[in-house]
Each structure stands twice: as C-alpha cells, then as structure tokens.
Nanobody, 128 residues
C-alpha cells in the first residue's frame, strides 16, 4: 500500500504563496503518476495539476496555469505544488492522489475511475 501525507496548507493573503508537499511511503513513488485535486464547497472537484512518473510531463488546469508549479523528487518520495499569486478562488482542500495511470490523476471530472491512492488533504484558505 502507498501512503500519502500532504502538508503546507494554511492561510494566505491574495497574491501570496504557499508550497504544498506530498510525501509518500510504503511503495516506490516512481511507480505512480501524481496529481493534486482540489475540493471546495459548491464547486466540482478539480484536478489542478499532475505530473508523470519521471516528472517529464506536467499538466495544469486553466485556472492555475502560470501561477502553480508541480515538481517531484522520487529520491525523497515527495511531490510539491508551488502556488503563487494565490486568489480567493484557490481556497479549498487539496488532495494528493496517485495512480499508475496518468489519466486518472490528471482528470477529476469523473470520466475515469478514481485514483488508487489519496492523501488526507490539506486545507488552503486565501483571504485578506
């Protein structure tokens, strides 16, 4: 089993930055593509970013493109989401998700089955 633990959430002002971390244990992280899903009340679940197993491919939702950056360090079993120029609409709970199939961590629309592994989530609040 793969365990995922997120950290780095908190309160930020509009225009500020946060860096989320997702640390994995139990299995080698390079077996898995990793994504960050965001959930907020009244909104559909959104796949804000994802990264391939080796880090060679990345994707971003239109809502965060140019502001967020995803990276991974397989040697440290960690994936990071650098969030800059935060906006109130970035508020939500961010979940780190993992699956051997990249499509499942890059799309949260329900078109594909749910990723195999989820973290417990970390809360991000953007407010002045």
């Amino acid at each position: 089993q793969l365990q995922l633990v997120e950290s780095g959430g908190g309160l930020a002002q509009p225009g500020g930055s946060l860096r989320l971390s997702c640390v994995a244990s139990g299995l080698p992280l390079d077996y898995y593509a990793i994504g960050w899903f965001r959930e907020a009340p009244g909104k559909e679940r959104e796949a804000v970013s994802c990264i391939g197993k080796s880090g060679d491919t990345t994707n971003y939702s239109n809502s965060v493109k140019g502001r967020f950056s995803i990276s991974r360090d397989n040697a440290k079993s960690a994936v990071y989401l650098q969030m800059n120029d935060l906006k109130p609409e970035d508020t939500g709970t961010y979940f780190c998700v993992a699956d051997p199939l990249q499509n499942l961590v890059c799309d949260a629309s329900g078109r594909y089955q749910s990723p195999d592994y989820w973290g417990q989530g970390t809360r991000v609040t953007v407010s002045s």
